[in-house]
């Protein structure tokens, strides 16, 4: 953890090592909460707006009431007060706040948590390690940013055991998914590819927006269902999250790549250009 964590819960600034969650809440027993992550440069968050319409539609497919914005807006204010986080990760959590020790939920007030932290910045380039475990497409909380992290737990620890940077899912049809915390693309004979949402991966911002820019620099990216072992002979690979950017892949477990390609290079480009002259896109 880093040594500069600001925390923020339900309206009051505590010490990051200091009680201030109760026991009772449901994200801690069953793990029952929402959140969203953001990347920090120079003391400002980015592109705060679409995580907080993704938080609201997580929260509903999650069958929570509407988390209140402005509460997570006052909370997101109060930890980036103070020295600027030159880069760091800023992250808001929802939950369902106190309940039983069961799955059952009592009529009762959200918890909001914010936090904000320094972090090193990506490497250059990073190594993917395929595990033997699936995304579940059918999942009820498929598409879903929940607070309910353990298999990504153990299986990035598995990546990270190896020398990997992420680790890459496949779904129970034996299609391309994600990684744990990042979406994954191809390129496949000068075609960018990646698997649509409907293959149980999440919408991520970042995905959102390297889609997005690259069809507006005439880079067209397909949403396609890809089988596993695209990875195989894929030309180049790449990942994109919210503090990777897009991040070029130089192995596959043990199959080396090029990195960056240069249909990575030119979307990298046009990410750290689209960003630079937008905070909030």
Not at 38 to 62: C, E, M, W, Y
Not at 106 to 112: E, K, N, S
Not at 148 to 154: G, L, P, Q
Request: proline share 7%; glycine share 10%.
């Amino acid at each position: 953890m880093s040594t500069n964590t600001r925390v923020w819960v339900d309206g009051d600034l505590v010490e990051p090592t200091r009680a201030a969650v109760s026991a009772l809440d449901h994200a801690v027993t069953v793990g029952d909460g929402v959140f969203e992550t953001a990347k920090i440069v120079d003391g400002a968050p980015f592109a705060v707006s679409r995580h907080q319409q993704r938080l609201l539609r997580s929260a509903a497919g999650l069958g929570l009431p509407a988390p209140d914005l402005a509460v997570v807006e006052k909370g997101i204010a109060a930890v980036l007060d103070g020295p600027p986080i030159g880069f760091g990760r800023l992250r808001w959590s929802v939950t369902g706040g106190v309940g039983p020790l069961g799955s059952d939920r009592d009529d009762t007030a959200l918890t909001y948590i914010v936090l904000a932290a320094d972090q090193a910045r990506p490497p250059a380039s990073g190594k993917l390690a395929v595990v033997p475990w699936t995304r579940n497409e059918r999942s009820a909380v498929a598409g879903l940013k929940t607070t309910s992290y353990a298999e990504n737990v153990v299986a990035l620890a598995r990546a990270k055991s190896v020398g990997a940077i992420e680790a890459v899912f496949a779904n129970t049809r034996g299609e391309l998914c994600e990684c744990t915390g990042s979406n994954v693309f191809v390129v496949v004979d000068g075609e960018v590819l990646t698997p649509p949402l409907d293959s149980g991966a999440l919408g991520g911002i970042t995905r959102e927006l390297t889609i997005e820019w690259a069809r507006e620099a005439d880079v067209p990216v397909h949403e396609t269902a890809l089988p596993l072992d695209v990875l195989g002979s894929a030309d180049e690979v790449f990942i994109t999250s919210s503090t990777k950017d897009v991040l070029p892949v130089h192995a596959v477990d043990e199959r080396e790549l090029p990195a960056p390609g240069p249909l990575t290079e030119r979307l990298q480009a046009v990410f750290r250009e689209r960003a630079a002259g937008d905070l909030d896109p």
